[in-house]
């Protein structure tokens, strides 16, 4: 069995510890999230009434009605949106002030390495610097204007649909309840992944500050299955870039890379005779892997583990390994057929600096 060399026992220790992070901060996302949507939904109860109010004025309900409501619904959830907004800036800023304190601490081996340069920001720095700051490539109204465009589109084609059926009011109200409880999901869903970019910003920021002792970053994913078709699992993206390494000034796609994206940039170290530690040997370079459910997870639950071990590698070993089937999931069948045939190879798959996956058409013609 290959023994643990002393870098490598460094990138160990960094990546379990970033690992027992990431799941700190699920939990206590999870708990402030059910403050939030107490919030919101209170918001979404007052707009029902509005819009309740507004219909038991008309003379009659009709379908010009119901669709001037539904092009107004960008307006009428501007209360809903201003809720959801504050309640994951304070989230987003109270957690990423943990996270910077916790990213000086793993990446300087809890204040072993001498002449570290530890960089922090407050809650209420974080708070104005979520408002004028891209993070994950939007601004935070951005990433909730976004989510709502995206469900009155749902709502109204959900509407039409109904139309057609020749829904009454009480079912129009209905159909805007049930695509509220899809905008929770959402917000569900958007909260995890902004507090993720806002962890993935106080790390990045943290390597900026010592390019002595990082040289750059090494992309990390999560070593699970994964199921294409339904988008659960890892994502095709994130495997193809799992293990890639850039400088710390080179272009590279941004983490989180997409919603719910679980990956870390990991820093890459020094000698660590140059770091100065004294760090003892482990028994070997072990990455946990799981075998999970195809299901979504739902408003903050899990999906279940049916299988667990550990991988000596990127995600590429542990793809190899795998059944055809498995391979079909997680890449599609026919990328996987491009790369069982020895036409492509694996970091062909995607583009490094995008992030962006190479179309079917331009690898067939590689």
């Known amino acids: 069995m290959a023994k643990l060399t002393p870098q490598q026992t460094l990138e160990l220790i960094t990546l379990a510890r970033n690992i027992e992070w990431f799941y700190q901060l699920e939990d206590y996302t999870k708990e ?17 009434g509005r819009i309740d109010l507004y219909a038991s004025s008309l003379p009659e309900w009709s379908e010009d009605r119901a669709l001037l409501i539904l092009d107004n619904l960008s307006n009428l959830t501007l209360g809903i949106r201003y809720v959801l907004e504050q309640g994951i ?4 800023a109270t957690s990423g002030a943990a996270s910077f304190l916790m990213a000086n601490d793993i990446a300087s081996f809890g204040g072993r390495i001498s002449g570290f340069n530890q960089v922090s920001l407050t809650a209420e720095q974080l708070r104005g610097l979520l408002v004028e700051t891209p993070i994950g490539g939007n601004l935070l ?19 039409i649909s109904g ?14 309840t049930s695509g509220f409880d899809m905008a929770r999901g959402d917000a569900v869903s958007l909260s995890r992944t902004y507090v993720h970019s806002v962890n993935a910003y106080a790390h990045e920021e943290v390597y900026a500050a010592n390019p002595d002792i990082i040289k750059g970053v090494r992309w990390t994913a999560t070593i699970e299955s994964g199921f294409k078709r339904s988008g659960h699992g890892v994502c095709p993206r994130c495997a193809l870039l799992d293990g890639t390494v850039y400088r710390l000034d080179q272009p590279r796609p941004p983490i989180p890379l997409h919603r719910n994206c679980r990956c870390l940039y990991l820093p890459v170290l020094v000698s660590w005779k140059e770091l100065g530690l004294d760090i003892p040997e482990l028994e070997e370079v072990y990455r946990p892997t799981t075998i999970r459910e195809d299901k979504s997870i739902g408003v903050g639950g899990r999906r279940t583990i049916k299988e667990v071990g550990f991988e000596q590698g990127d995600y ?12 079909n999931n997680v890449l599609g069948p026919r990328r996987a057929s491009l790369l069982e045939s020895g036409k492509v190879k694996w970091e062909d798959l995607i583009d490094h600096e995008t992030g962006r996956l190479f179309t079917l058409e331009q690898l067939e013609n590689k």
Not at 142 to 159: C, G, L, M, S, T
Not at 316 to 327: A, G, I, N, V
Request: proline share 2%.
């Open 163 to 176: 139309m057609l059926q020749g829904d009454s009011y009480p079912q129009f109200v209905q159909r805007l």
């Open 32 to 48: 402030q999230l059910k403050q939030l949507l107490k919030a919101v939904q209170q918001a979404e109860s007052e707009l029902l």
């Open 316 to 327: 590429r070993d542990f793809y190899l390994k795998q059944s055809r089937t498995f391979q």
């Open 89 to 92: 800036t304070n989230i987003a």
């Open 141 to 159: 109204n951005e990433w909730v204007q976004n989510n709502y465009a995206k469900v009155a589109e749902d709502i109204r084609e959900e509407f």
